[in-house]
T-cell receptor, first 109, second 115 residues
């Protein structure tokens, strides 16, 4: 059974870099890894998407090793407003796609 | 503005009643999805549709029904057969560009409370 696994929670301090890892052993060969951010009582918001190696945009970086069995979302210099739940979404064979259970990030002053 | 809308934001129903949640998108997306989220939990897929007049069950389809008569609309009905309907319901849409997992755009959600 396909499973997308993330840590339940993480704590950080303002200005630090935060790395959140997602495990996806059986990712489909042609599929991408996508990360979302969600604030309470809101819909998730797209952060970044990648297939392999490294992807960077204005808010985050995504690191994907050659075997693609995991991926790491990197948030540089977090602020209090980055406190949220972060989800990875991965596609598996037979059009099966799975969100991880989410990582609750708490940024402290 | 392009986007995806859900209405209402809050919905209250008595046990035993069916209720329909609205989801509309003007992004010209082919695919639409319904998720359920319980407090402190992740997103679980209820139903999805990749094209008009076609939809597939997700992981927790029992007690729910959908229709996809128009590209823009994907309403979800929570039936009386759903044993624990109180939850936060999220609708999403995405393009289909030959990848299995696409960037999904989410609506603001509907919080359903059944008593």
């Amino acid at each position: 059974l396909a499973k997308t696994t993330q840590p339940i929670s993480m704590d950080s301090y303002e200005g630090q870099e935060v790395n959140i890892t997602c495990s996806h052993n059986n990712i489909a060969t042609n599929d991408y890894i996508t990360w979302y951010q969600q604030f309470p009582s809101q819909g998730p918001r797209f952060i970044i998407q990648g297939y392999k190696t490294k992807v960077t945009n204005e808010v985050a970086s995504l690191f994907i090793p050659a075997d693609r069995k995991s991926s790491t979302l990197s948030l540089p210099r977090v602020s209090l407003s980055d406190t949220a739940v972060y989800y990875c979404l991965v596609g598996y064979n037979n059009n099966d796609m799975r969100f991880g259970a989410g990582t609750r990030l708490t940024v402290k002053p | 503005d392009g986007g995806i809308t859900q209405s209402p934001k809050y919905l209250f129903r008595k046990e035993g009643q069916n209720v329909t949640l609205s989801c509309e998108q003007n992004l010209n997306h082919d695919a639409m999805y319904w998720y359920r989220q319980d407090p402190g939990q992740g997103l679980r897929l209820i139903y999805y549709s990749q094209i008009v007049n076609d939809f597939q069950k997700g992981d927790i389809a029992e007690g729910y029904s959908v229709s996809r008569e128009k590209k823009e609309s994907f309403p979800l009905t929570v039936t009386s057969a759903q044993k624990n309907p109180t939850a936060f319901y999220l609708c999403a849409s995405s393009t289909t560009r030959g990848r299995t997992t696409y960037e999904q755009y989410f609506g603001p959600g509907t919080r359903l409370t059944v008593t």
